[in-house]
């Protein structure tokens, strides 16, 4: 029995918990099917069944005894290998005995796309499930969906010609993913794998790059081999079809050895080949994805694909909360990873920051539509005020040389109304800016019940203005007992205390506050 690794694609339509599979190593045997049928250009064999639980849909339009949905597995096929091969310029696969490449279609288990299966002779083949309906969120066309499949797992026989390594299983899913989406453009099935995952890149950005090396954590990678591919090599900027980068890594990769890990190649093509680094251009990838969701359409400086336009940003947290003015941070910064300080201004507020020096990439962003993140490295200071609106402002940062730590000093001012007795009180201000606006009122009456003869009755009054205040002690027959002129009244509170008559009988009065408040109050003796 022949040793076979597997690399396999799961759905999270059914199970947000088996994903798509993992790299590993299992004992089975090819799949017997009872009938098979060769591609047109002759390089595949597609092997089915009829009249088993492996059956695929029998509709046969053409009436030529092959039913369609088979054919179309022999053309995604030949059209993935002819894209691969002949306009990207990656090597061929590696083929069994007969020199033909075997795909077979069977009744694969619920939640699973299909496999790519290496054995120990080198060569590999595929399985792929007989039917595709209802298994996308974003694609309702089956055909799209098994297109891509065949697409995704002959990109993975591609690999293995390359490098039959099994601890860069997130690495292979990145580049399948990605070219999956190449060669059926219109179908973003990819999406669902960026955030739908506990260890999924939008869930955990602030992880290191390869953090897990399992093809699960790959699938939400592909975005990355987007960002590459249009961003960082030139080339594929108007067409991906164009783009070397990934076919680089693999080259060099299957060149390099075995101590060395897919991560480290990637590196390099980035240095030597785009005069760029990893901390750099991961940096910029991911703050170009907290903008994830703001735009429309394409016609922006930040997109380089337009699933972000689908997709919501990575999932950071957002301080917002501001009970001083000053805060300072000793971030851990790397060159693998980004580290991430994301603040929610209030309106009318302002920031200043202040960086220590270090050989980092920093960049800044204001998550609206009307900015665009900013690389400002180099720069020890920023500010930033804003006026009506609130803004969603983040720092991200990664070290060029290993693990350091930048100190961040910020001073944050949010302006407004602090007096809490105000009508337009701002609970997030720590800068008050005499816009306090009050009305007239009464509160906080003590003691009530009183005793004339050993208390006073004290209030909080509120003023809209600073005049004089007129007061009138009366009994509930409408009999004046006392009247009161305050004249050193403040705008906005102000703890007023009233003798009461020692000789005031018990009963219920009224206190009378410029004709307008009237405060009740029981005296007992």
């Given at each position: 029995?022949?040793?076979?690794?597997?690399?396999c694609?799961?759905s999270?339509i059914?199970?947000?918990?088996?994903?798509r599979?993992?790299?590993?190593?299992?004992?089975?045997?090819?799949?017997?099917?009872?009938?098979s049928?060769q591609?047109?250009?002759?390089h595949?064999l597609?092997?089915?069944?009829?009249?088993?639980e492996?059956s695929p849909?029998?509709l046969d339009?053409?009436?030529?005894?092959?039913?369609?949905?088979i054919?179309q597995?022999g053309?995604a096929?030949d059209?993935s290998?002819?894209?691969?091969?002949e306009?990207?310029g990656?090597?061929?696969e590696?083929n069994?005995?007969?020199?033909?490449?075997?795909i077979y279609?069977?009744?694969l288990?619920t939640n699973l796309w299909?496999q790519?299966q290496?054995?120990s002779?080198g060569?590999?083949?595929i399985?792929i499930?007989?039917s595709?309906?209802?298994m996308?969120n974003?694609?309702e066309?089956?055909?799209?969906?098994?297109?891509?499949t065949?697409a995704?797992e002959?990109?993975h026989a591609i690999?293995y010609?390359?490098k039959?390594?099994?601890n860069?299983?997130?690495f292979r899913?990145l580049s399948?993913?990605?070219?999956?989406?190449i060669f059926?453009?219109?179908?973003?099935?990819f999406?669902?794998?960026?955030?739908m995952?506990?260890?999924?890149?939008?869930?955990?950005?602030?992880?290191?790059?390869?953090y897990?090396t399992?093809?699960?954590y790959?699938?939400s990678?592909s975005l990355?081999?987007?960002?590459?591919?249009?961003i960082?090599?030139?080339d594929?900027?108007?067409?991906?079809?164009?783009?070397?980068?990934?076919r680089?890594?693999?080259?060099?990769?299957s060149?390099?050895?075995?101590?060395?890990?897919i991560?480290?190649?990637?590196k390099e093509?980035?240095?030597e080949?785009?005069?760029?680094?990893?901390?750099?251009?991961w940096?910029d990838?991911?703050?170009r994805n907290?903008?994830?969701?703001?735009y429309?359409?394409?016609?922006n400086?930040?997109?380089?694909?337009?699933?972000?336009?689908?997709?919501?940003?990575?999932?950071?947290?957002?301080?917002s909360s501001?009970d001083?003015l000053?805060?300072?941070?000793?971030i851990s910064v790397?060159?693998d990873k980004?580290s991430?300080?994301?603040?929610?201004l209030?309106?009318?507020s302002?920031l200043n920051?202040g960086f220590?020096?270090?050989?980092?990439n920093?960049?800044n962003g204001i998550?609206?539509?009307?900015?665009?993140?900013?690389n400002?490295s180099?720069?020890d200071?920023f500010?930033?005020s804003?006026?009506s609106q609130?803004?969603k402002?983040?720092?991200?940062?990664?070290?060029?040389?290993s693990?350091d730590?930048v100190?961040?000093e910020i001073?944050?001012i949010v302006?407004?109304?602090t007096?809490?007795?105000a009508?337009?009180?701002n609970e997030y201000?720590?800068n008050?800016?005499?816009s306090?606006?009050?009305?007239?009122f009464v509160s906080?009456v003590?003691p009530?019940p009183?005793?004339?003869?050993i208390?006073?009755i004290?209030?909080?009054?509120?003023?809209s203005n600073?005049?004089?205040v007129?007061?009138?002690l009366y009994?509930l027959?409408g009999?004046?007992?006392?009247n009161?002129?305050i004249?050193?009244?403040?705008?906005?509170e102000?703890q007023l205390?009233?003798n009461i008559?020692?000789?005031?009988?018990?009963g219920?009065?009224?206190l009378s506050?410029?004709?307008?408040t009237?405060?009740p109050?029981i005296n007992?003796?």
């Amino acid at each position: 029995m022949k040793v076979i690794y597997i690399i396999c694609i799961y759905s999270f339509i059914y199970s947000h918990d088996k994903m798509r599979c993992p790299v590993e190593i299992t004992r089975d045997e090819r799949p017997i099917l009872e009938n098979s049928y060769q591609s047109s250009t002759g390089h595949f064999l597609i092997h089915y069944d009829t009249n088993t639980e492996n059956s695929p849909s029998l509709l046969d339009l053409n009436q030529n005894n092959i039913p369609d949905y088979i054919e179309q597995v022999g053309i995604a096929a030949d059209s993935s290998r002819y894209v691969l091969t002949e306009q990207m310029g990656f090597i061929q696969e590696t083929n069994d005995e007969d020199g033909v490449y075997d795909i077979y279609v069977l009744n694969l288990s619920t939640n699973l796309w299909g496999q790519t299966q290496y054995e120990s002779g080198g060569s590999t083949f595929i399985k792929i499930r007989n039917s595709y309906q209802g298994m996308s969120n974003f694609c309702e066309d089956s055909n799209q969906l098994l297109w891509l499949t065949v697409a995704h797992e002959f990109f993975h026989a591609i690999q293995y010609s390359y490098k039959a390594s099994f601890n860069d299983s997130y690495f292979r899913e990145l580049s399948s993913m990605w070219f999956e989406n190449i060669f059926v453009p219109s179908c973003f099935d990819f999406l669902d794998f960026v955030d739908m995952s506990s260890n999924s890149l939008f869930n955990n950005p602030d992880r290191t790059f390869d953090y897990n090396t399992s093809g699960t954590y790959g699938y939400s990678l592909s975005l990355f081999a987007h960002y590459l591919s249009t961003i960082i090599d030139v080339d594929g900027s108007q067409s991906q079809l164009n783009s070397k980068i990934i076919r680089d890594v693999w080259e060099r990769y299957s060149e390099s050895p075995n101590n060395q890990t897919i991560f480290q190649v990637l590196k390099e093509v980035l240095v030597e080949n785009h005069e760029t680094t990893f901390s750099y251009v991961w940096g910029d990838f991911m703050s170009r994805n907290m903008y994830s969701g703001i735009y429309d359409s394409m016609n922006n400086d930040i997109y380089y694909h337009p699933g972000l336009i689908e997709i919501d940003p990575p999932n950071f947290t957002f301080e917002s909360s501001y009970d001083s003015l000053d805060y300072s941070y000793n971030i851990s910064v790397d060159d693998d990873k980004v580290s991430f300080l994301g603040i929610d201004l209030p309106q009318n507020s302002s920031l200043n920051a202040g960086f220590s020096n270090g050989d980092y990439n920093l960049w800044n962003g204001i998550l609206d539509s009307q900015n665009q993140p900013q690389n400002i490295s180099g720069q020890d200071e920023f500010s930033y005020s804003i006026d009506s609106q609130s803004a969603k402002l983040f720092f991200m940062i990664t070290n060029n040389m290993s693990s350091d730590i930048v100190d961040l000093e910020i001073n944050v001012i949010v302006d407004g109304c602090t007096d809490q007795y105000a009508d337009n009180y701002n609970e997030y201000a720590n800068n008050d800016n005499g816009s306090c606006i009050y009305s007239n009122f009464v509160s906080n009456v003590f003691p009530n019940p009183l005793n004339s003869s050993i208390d006073n009755i004290a209030f909080t009054y509120i003023s809209s203005n600073d005049f004089p205040v007129n007061l009138v002690l009366y009994n509930l027959e409408g009999r004046i007992i006392q009247n009161y002129f305050i004249s050193n009244i403040s705008f906005g509170e102000n703890q007023l205390t009233l003798n009461i008559p020692n000789d005031l009988s018990s009963g219920y009065y009224l206190l009378s506050v410029n004709d307008k408040t009237t405060i009740p109050f029981i005296n007992v003796k």
